[in-house]
């Protein structure tokens, strides 16, 4: 919701468009969680998937998919960025 409110600062339509993306993205990493990149430097069960500049950090949790964190692709991320 943060991203999306600081795309609309300057761009409204832009950050509805980004957010229904990102929420189908989301959709399909629910769908299809295998397709999401193991993070073991995180946890054993963390993984994620790029959107555009963005890393989507999420759990499979069997009958749901937990998003945990969407951070920017081009910063350092750490274990406590993701995890809390």
């Known amino acids: 919701k943060r991203i999306a409110a600081y795309i609309a600062r300057d761009k409204p339509r832009a950050a509805r468009q980004w ?21 073991s430097e995180f946890a054993n069960e963390i993984r994620s998937a790029y959107f555009g500049a963005y890393v989507i950090f999420f759990r499979d949790a069997g009958s749901f998919t937990d998003i945990l964190r969407i951070v920017r692709g081009d910063q350092d991320i750490r274990k406590s960025d993701v995890l809390g």
Do not use: F, I, K, N
């Not at 957010?19 to 999401?36: D, K, M, N, Y």
């Open 19 to 39: 957010s229904h993306a990102l929420r189908a993205r989301c959709r399909v990493l629910a769908s299809h969680p295998e397709t999401g990149d193991l993070r």
